[in-house]
């Protein structure tokens, strides 16, 4: 099943309409029908938008973990590693680049969900917009991004590092 079937099988399961989500996400209606319909690639901030409003992890609507599947922003490239859950979360384990340039502006996820970041090479700023961190190689950076937050490489270099993201335990068609 590709992502937009997926986007879609949440959204009617939760009793969302197409215009309601996009509304909901601040993504166009026609962005999200695209999606739905396999005529559009989603950024990596789409598709937190929209998985923030439909309560579940990004990888609720990618493909399986044994595929690697990798979405890209405006500067953050993340390769999926791993998934797993315990009793009171899923736990999504990226490897991360962040390409010198412009920050990423990342949407809020829903509430609960934090963002633990450990740099491997170069310098990276993130965290919520009004309070971002710094963090060089060996450095190590966590917020709760249920706020809009950012990823920016300081200087020059290409930012490598882990994501790994924790959502709350909750109520998904593969749980």
């Known amino acids: 099943m590709d992502v937009g079937r997926r986007i879609r099988a949440l ?24 999606l739905e319909n396999g005529v559009r690639n989603p950024t990596l901030e789409t598709l937190y938008a929209i998985t923030a409003q439909l309560g ?6 990618l493909s399986a973990p044994e595929q690697t599947p990798t979405v890209r922003g405006a500067a953050v490239g993340a390769t999926l590693l791993e998934v797993f859950h315990d009793r009171d979360a899923t736990y999504e384990l990226y490897r991360m680049r962040v390409s010198p340039g412009p920050a990423q502006l990342s949407p809020a996820h829903q509430a609960g969900v934090t963002e633990h970041v450990t740099v491997f090479s170069g310098v990276l700023r993130a965290g919520p917009v009004d309070a971002p961190s710094t963090a060089g190689p060996g450095g190590y950076l966590r917020w709760t991004s249920d706020v809009p937050h950012s990823y920016a490489a300081v ?14 335990r909750l109520s998904t068609p593969d749980n």
């Open 56 to 61: 579940v992890p990004l990888t609720a609507v």
């Open 11 to 34: 959204r009617m399961e939760r009793g969302i309409s197409l215009s309601e989500l996009a509304r909901l996400a601040g993504v166009g209606k026609a962005t999200l029908s695209g």
């Open 155 to 168: 200087g020059d270099d290409e930012v490598r590092a882990s994501l790994l993201l924790r959502y709350p």
